[in-house]
Nanobody, 125 residues
Framework: QVQLVESGGGLVQAGGSLRLSCAAS????????MGWFRQAPGKEREFVAA????????FYGDSVKGRFTISRDNAKNTLYLQMNSLKPADTDVYYC??????????????????WGQGTQVTVSS
């Protein structure tokens, strides 16, 4: 049974930083493309960042480029999202997601098969 558990969310002032973690179990983590998405109440889930399984290639949503960094530690089965220069517009619930085994990197939420429960990030002005 695949489990993805996010942590690291919280309240931060604008301009501050947070690092989210996603602990994965029940899958061969090193062989799965991983992604971060976010969602505000009443809005669609938005792509934030993704990282490939085979070559570590990364891809970012336009609104976070240059501020967020996605990374992975395959030895620890953990995905990270380093968020710098946070803005109030970054306030959302952040979700970790995994694609099926050996599928390539994607920004499309419907191409992800496994999801975590989410962690709240709130940025105050």
């Amino acid at each position: 049974q695949v489990q993805l558990v996010e942590s690291g969310g919280g309240l931060v002032q604008a301009g501050g930083s947070l690092r989210l973690s996603c602990a994965a179990s029940g899958l061969t983590f090193s062989s799965h493309a991983m992604g971060w998405f976010r969602q505000a109440p009443g809005k669609e889930r938005e792509f934030v960042a993704a990282i490939n399984w085979s070559n570590g290639v990364t891809f970012y949503g336009d609104s976070v480029k240059g501020r967020f960094t996605i990374s992975r530690d395959n030895a620890k089965n953990t995905l990270y999202l380093q968020m710098n220069s946070l803005k109030p517009a970054d306030t959302d619930v952040y979700y970790c997601a995994a694609r099926r085994l050996r599928m390539q990197i994607s920004s499309r939420r419907f191409e992800y098969d496994y999801w975590g429960q989410g962690t709240q990030v709130t940025v105050s002005s």
